[in-house]
């Protein structure tokens, strides 16, 4: 992923998540006000108007615990290679649609209005230190953020702090499953 040219509501969505992020958001967990503030855009999935779809995505993972259907609005990126979208956990990976997706790794996946089934499968540490990397250079703010959650700096310039931080920033490839292939190992 080469430098790219972000346009003016994703510039000012970075700046304002950095913000957010940095100055009023909890460094250990978002708390319940920023978590109910970060679920508004499932509202504007279920009206049909999925803004921000260029980058955030609605995943419906099952709870670990209550079996119930969990909807989470997360940012996301395409795997250049595959078009797969890729999702990363903040907070150190504490989240509970992480913990999900770690005990059943079958979830569903909206962006904009496209929809499917998909596998989430975690990326090797050299995966996300290079996601990581490539999102810095992008989106140099984002460091600020990743260094508060790792609690050391992190930086593009320091392959080794990236390297030490992945535990921090687990990621997962959203796999979509192939109908075809699926009922074909039902019969």
């Not at 962006?111 to 990326?123: N, T, V, W």
């Not at 320091?158 to 699926?182: A, H, Q, W």
């Amino acid at each position: 992923m080469g430098k790219q040219s972000l346009s003016l509501l994703e510039r000012f969505s970075l700046r304002a998540e950095e913000l957010i992020m940095t100055r009023l958001v909890p460094k250990d967990n978002p708390g319940p006000i920023f978590k109910r503030l970060f679920k508004t855009p499932i509202f504007f999935y279920r009206i049909g108007l999925p803004l921000f779809s260029s980058f955030v995505l609605l995943l419906t993972t099952t709870g670990r615990k209550s079996g119930k259907q969990r909807y989470t609005p997360l940012e996301y990126q395409r795997e250049q290679r595959t078009g797969d979208p890729i999702i990363m956990a903040g907070w150190g990976g504490k989240t509970d649609w992480r913990f999900n997706i770690v005990a059943n790794p079958h979830v569903h996946v909206q962006i904009g209005q496209e929809s499917f089934d998909a596998i989430a499968e975690p990326l090797s540490d050299k995966e996300i230190a290079t996601r990581l990397t490539e999102v810095m250079k992008i989106n140099p703010k984002s460091a600020k953020i990743w260094s508060r959650w790792a609690g050391e700096c992190v930086s593009p310039e320091d392959p080794g702090s990236v390297d030490r931080t992945v535990k921090y920033f687990p990621c997962f490839r959203l796999k979509p499953i192939n109908e075809k292939m699926e009922n074909d190992q039902s019969t």
